[in-house]
């Protein structure tokens, strides 16, 4: 009798995984065959295996989380499992899914995870720093090589990218991902979702993506993270959510659900967001996996009383895969026994994650990604450096540059002062995936390559209050031309789990630089953070001072080719740069107010001791060449419901240095039926225009570009008068106006 089981087993595999199709440009529901083999595994599978493939466990390689289940083996053994994380190399993906797939009665394949955020070998800058470049191409690419690499490791998914609107730098997660803007974010969301995804998923080159977190998790209160959100839905549907909906239109396989709550009820427990907005508005075919532990925090969240409450919970909201909790795995069996929770749910889930592992081909080959050869050849090679090198250079944001102190001679003496001058691991940053620190190319080698007349001292630490190496740095400074000071924070004090109450550059930094002043000698600064910190003091100080945040593996050859003037800075900032944390939040695109700022008035919305503006405004960025823009033209003055306007812009590179500028166009909604912001981006364009060459910009601005949530909580346009800008930030614009009937 077990023969035969196991020989229908057989045949049902043999139809199930045979003659596949490339399937990854389309839904996996909307594909007959492709469904045809889903049903003909899960109608094999007990009601325990079923919950096994809704469970996903961290290895013992490293964990991302406060707990860790070591007996993990096991249950994949058992079929309890069907999914791990933090298990990667080809050797020791291959080694797990040998054990599926020779001890288990269904010998259906895992799917391995990782947090690939910002490179898996070879590291980019940070998703901040990234999203700086507002170079779409770059970070489609970054992502492209993060996956080349992490699916050459065995890795079928990344749990990347973050598309969560930030505007409060306080916390730390605002460095993985995009910034403030709705517009940006969704654009570097599509981006970032190509370059992971590819072509097709079957491509072994390419990993699922994940867009997380849904939802609303960078508005966390205090912006202190894990904290509760509180929000109008208008709010949440005309700021939040739109980077997830581009996100999946792009074709995102999976998503992951939030820590925080929204309107009172967890992510992770919300029908309403999981249900109700993801499969009925957007209608998502793919799967939904939580954050780490977020079913059990369920009962700390004071929804539920219980673990099994809180499983129920999820499941019948439609959550389909559970991180590291096992409240489905310890728990789900029995819901389903007692009918708490409708065996459809599980059903329905099962079958969105045996599509996913169809579509990445491991019924046909389960060790396909696990090829060691492929792995040597992929990882570190010349071609991934140099393009890290490429992208972290047009990160980079120059914020200031009095008397053209940007780009060094390479004849000048300089000092470079600074722990971070000379830190390989503080240059990946936060997330690093399995990056190396000891293949970091530190500032200090990168500018001996190329500055031949240079000292180095560490001068102090980053976060200590130790002086007494500030008399070298001070002597070093006196015997140099130029001193060049590596200030800001450390790599780990951004990323999960870093909020800071305030951010202002911690130690001593600060008055080391202003010793540095003293000398007399120029000092630039090369800022490396994670987050827009409060520099008011320091950019005072600075001749130069330019935003490097965390580069990745290339740090020191991008920014000498920057210093070197090798490279034209062109990065914008993705995120205001607040005074002090007593303007946070702070963004551009605010409301008016009844009552907005008037400097004579004192009744109007002011700060009695800092003026509201922010130090750097959304959008800004300096170049080492200057550009002047013409007055904004539109082809009309009316746009109608079914038409659009084209707007342009000349603009002349007026200085001595070809460059590249970021010319952006912002939207004012003059009346409507509820307050709108005073600018919101609707449209950028990265030209590069030789020294005294000019190029014409146009935008097309059409009706949807202009629709929000309306009184009535629709979504639409409204008729009337509208001002459109065109400049090279937020701030320094040239405007017209139009009418929409």
Not at 194 to 208: A, C, H, I, P, Y
Not at 399 to 416: E, G, V
Not at 709 to 716: E, V
Request: hydrophobic letters at 40%; aromatic letters at 10%.
């Amino acid at each position: 009798m077990k023969q035969i089981v196991m020989l229908c087993l057989s045949l049902g595999f043999f139809v199930a995984c045979s003659n596949q199709k490339k399937s990854a440009d389309i839904t996996w529901n909307d594909n007959a065959h492709l469904v045809s083999k889903v049903d003909s595994v899960l109608k094999m599978m007990t009601l325990e295996e079923k919950v096994g493939q809704m469970n996903l466990l961290t290895s013992d390689w490293t964990i991302t989380g406060p707990s860790l289940r070591s007996d993990y083996i096991d249950l994949i053994k058992s079929g309890k499992v069907g999914n791990i994380f933090n298990a990667h190399t080809a050797a020791y993906t291959r080694s797990l899914q040998k054990i599926a797939m020779e001890q288990t009665r269904m010998k259906i394949p895992l799917l391995f995870g990782y947090d690939v955020i910002h490179g898996y070998k070879t590291i980019f800058p940070i998703s901040l720093s990234e999203s700086a470049s507002w170079d779409l191409e770059a970070i489609e690419t970054s992502a492209r090589v993060a996956a080349t690499e992490a699916a050459a490791a065995g890795l079928h998914w990344t749990f990347a990218p973050m598309v969560d609107i930030a505007r409060d730098p306080r916390w730390g997660r605002i460095s993985e991902g995009a910034g403030e803007d709705t517009y940006l974010g969704s654009q570097i969301a599509i981006a970032r979702v190509k370059g992971f995804q590819g072509n097709s998923l079957e491509d072994l080159n390419t990993v699922m993506a994940c867009a997380k977190h849904f939802a609303a998790y960078g508005a966390a209160q205090a912006g202190r993270d894990y904290n509760t959100v509180d929000m109008s839905d208008r709010v949440l549907r005309d700021v939040y959510l739109p980077p997830f909906k581009a996100a999946l239109d792009a074709g995102v396989a999976t998503f992951m659900t939030a820590f925080n709550d929204v309107d009172g009820t967890p992510a992770s427990g919300s029908a309403y967001l999981l249900d109700q907005i993801l499969r009925k508005e957007w209608n998502f075919k793919g799967f939904v996996v939580t954050d780490y532990t977020s079913i059990n925090e369920l009962v700390e969240h004071g929804v539920v009383a219980n673990h099994k409450d809180a499983a129920a919970m999820a499941a019948n909201a439609g959550m389909d895969m559970d991180m590291q909790s096992m409240a489905f795995g310890d728990y789900l069996v029995q819901l389903v026994k007692e009918g708490k929770v409708p065996e459809k749910k599980v059903d329905d889930a099962v079958r969105r994650i045996l599509a996913m592992k169809f579509r990445l081909g491991l019924f046909d080959d389960p060790y396909r990604y696990s090829d060691e050869t492929r792995e040597k050849e992929v990882l570190f090679s010349k071609d991934n450096l140099e393009k890290a090198r490429d992208v972290a250079r047009k990160s980079f944001v120059l914020l200031k540059n009095d008397k053209q102190m940007l780009p060094l001679s390479k004849d000048k003496k300089i000092a470079l002062v600074g722990y971070l001058a000379d830190s390989q691991v503080d240059m990946l940053g936060s997330w690093t995936g399995a990056g190396e620190a000891s293949q970091v190319t530190t500032i200090l080698e990168g500018m001996k390559e190329r500055f031949p007349n240079i000292t180095y001292t560490k001068g102090c630490d980053v976060n200590t209050d130790d002086r007494s190496g500030f008399g070298s740095a001070i002597a070093a400074a006196k015997n140099a031309d130029v001193v060049v000071f590596v200030m800001g924070e450390k790599g780990n004090m951004s990323g999960e789990a870093t909020s800071r109450s305030n951010i202002n550059i911690p130690g001593v930094q600060t008055e080391l630089l202003a010793e540095l002043k003293k000398t007399g000698k120029p000092v630039v600064v090369l800022l490396a953070n994670g987050r827009p910190l409060t520099i008011e003091k320091e950019v005072e100080l600075a001749d130069a001072m330019l935003e490097i945040w965390y580069p990745g593996t290339q740090a020191g050859l991008a920014v000498t080719d920057v210093l070197a003037g090798d490279y034209n800075p062109s990065g914008k900032l993705p995120v205001t740069f607040p005074r002090n944390v007593g303007q946070i939040p702070i963004f551009y695109n605010v409301k008016n107010t009844g009552r907005p700022f008037k400097e004579d008035d004192k009744y109007t919305t002011k700060y009695l001791d800092v003026s509201n503006d922010p130090l750097f405004v959304f959008g800004y960025g300096l170049s080492y060449t200057t550009f002047i823009y013409s007055d904004c033209n539109l082809s009309s003055n009316e746009m109608t419901a079914d038409g659009s306007i084209k707007v342009s812009v000349t603009v002349t590179n007026t200085g001595n240095y070809d460059g590249s500028e970021i010319v952006q166009l912002y939207v004012r909604d003059l009346v409507g039926s509820v307050t709108r912001p005073v600018k919101e981006l609707k449209g950028f364009q990265k030209i590069f225009i030789p020294k005294g060459d000019s190029q014409k910009v146009t935008f097309t601005l059409k009706p949807e570009d202009l629709a929000f949530t309306r009184a009535d909580n629709t979504w639409g346009t409204e008729s009337g008068e509208f001002e459109v800008f065109v400049g090279s930030n937020s701030r320094d614009v040239q405007s017209a106006r139009f009418n929409l009937r």
